[in-house]
């Protein structure tokens, strides 16, 4: 009788790897993502270092090229290895160059500025009259309302007096309207001038107008005007007075005063 023995299976082995075997493969996982980060940084430091060092090398180098020059200018020393002659001559020939490029870039940079003036807006200013100056010759103008200062190269100085800083033509206008009723053969003709005050406080008339009275009632409005072209320099003032300020007349557009850089 034959009897046949029939083994067990074997055990199927775990695929799932011990616990061991996870924990060492996430410290070396750490421990190469750190070292590629600290790797990265100590590249970064060294090539930093590396440009700091060739810096003072250079720096270094110039100090020594320097302190021959010097030395051959004095004669110190043993210069029997120097070619001083040669090498004062290739130092001049450097500093003429830089001398020459700082020149160009000068010139440049003039021409530049020139065309930028040209492209400036217009140095202009315009002012309207001011009622307090009926009791003065010298015309007051208003700085507020229709008041224009295109930049601050020319000022209103005392109510009165339009100041330029800047040496050039301008063209200089004026109206002045008047008014008077009074019996043309009892008063002399209104005259209006412009006037012109140098820096050093000199004052001379570039211009006059008049106009005779109307003996018309109620008063026919009369303007007198003023216009030419006139060089003026830096801290140089124009202004207007009249022979008869009560006359003038103050309202909106009537009486003005202004000036504009050719």
């Known amino acids: ?69 010097q030395r ?12 001083c002659e040669e090498i004062r001559g290739q130092f001049e020939a450097f500093v003429k160059e830089i001398v020459q490029n700082n020149k160009e870039v000068q010139r440049e940079e003039e021409m530049f500025e020139m065309q930028k003036g040209d492209q400036d807006p217009q140095i202009a200013a315009h002012v309207v009259s001011e009622a307090s100056s009926k009791t003065t010759s010298v015309l007051q103008w208003a700085t507020k309302g229709y008041y224009y200062m295109s930049s601050n190269v020319v000022t209103l100085q005392n ?3 339009l100041t330029v800083k800047r040496q050039g033509l301008y063209y200089i206008y004026s109206q002045v309207t008047f008014c008077s009723n009074r019996e043309a053969s009892s008063q002399a003709s209104f005259v209006a001038n412009l006037c012109l005050r140098s820096d050093g406080g000199s004052e001379r008339i570039l211009q006059r107008a008049a106009s005779p009275h109307s003996s018309s009632k109620p008063c026919r409005q009369q303007s007198v005007h003023l216009g030419g072209v006139f060089e003026l320099h830096p801290g140089a003032s124009v202004f207007v007075n009249v022979t008869d300020p009560s006359q003038v007349s103050h309202g909106t557009g009537f009486t003005s005063f202004g000036l504009f850089k050719l």
């Open 72 to 83: 051959c200018n004095k004669g110190e020393g043993s210069l029997s290895l120097l070619n």
């Open 1 to 69: 009788m034959i009897e046949t023995y029939s083994q067990p299976p074997p055990r199927p082995v775990a695929a799932v790897p011990p616990a061991s075997m996870k924990i060492f493969m996430y410290l070396l996982t750490l421990f190469l993502i750190t070292h590629m980060i600290g790797s990265a940084f100590f590249a970064v430091y060294l090539h930093r270092r590396l440009d700091k060092i060739e810096d003072e090398r250079n720096l270094h180098d110039d100090f020594v090229f320097m302190k021959t020059i």
């Open 159 to 161: 109510g009165k007096q």
